[in-house]
Nanobody
Framework: DVQLQAFGGGLVQAGGSLRLSCATSGFPFDDYAIGWYRQAPGKERERVSCVNSDGTTYSIDSVKGRFTISVDNAKSTVYLQMNSLKPEDTAIYYC???????????WGQGTLVTVSS
């Protein structure tokens, strides 16, 4: 039973911080790349940040220096620390697990982040 449970979203003022968590189970966590995606109203889903199975990380330019992805392998959990939040960060955030080089992919349910001006 594969599970990815995202939580930690909420309402925050611009400049504030939130920490998202994605607790996973039911698949070989260490073999997958884990990422955070978001979908804002009226926009396509986009990848925000990810960590590969070798520990390397990637973030899109718009969040570099503000968001940090990290993992706790013992807990099979991935985090997204979001600082200096902007209204344009408002979106539903989803966690994703991808077996690199394959079509095996799992999605969490999403958690809503709302950043007010």
């Amino acid at each position: 039973d594969v599970q990815l449970q995202a939580f930690g979203g909420g309402l925050v003022q611009a400049g504030g911080s939130l920490r998202l968590s994605c607790a996973t189970s039911g698949f070989p966590f260490d073999d997958y790349a884990i990422g955070w995606y978001r979908q804002a109203p009226g926009k396509e889903r986009e990848r925000v940040s990810c960590v590969n199975s070798d520990g390397t990380t990637y973030s899109i330019d718009s969040v570099k220096g503000r968001f940090t992805i990290s993992v706790d392998n013992a807990k099979s959990t991935v985090y997204l620390q979001m600082n200096s939040l902007k209204p344009e960060d408002t979106a539903i955030y989803y966690c994703n697990a991808l077996l690199v080089g394959s079509l095996n992919e799992y999605w969490g349910q999403g958690t809503l982040v709302t950043v007010s001006s």
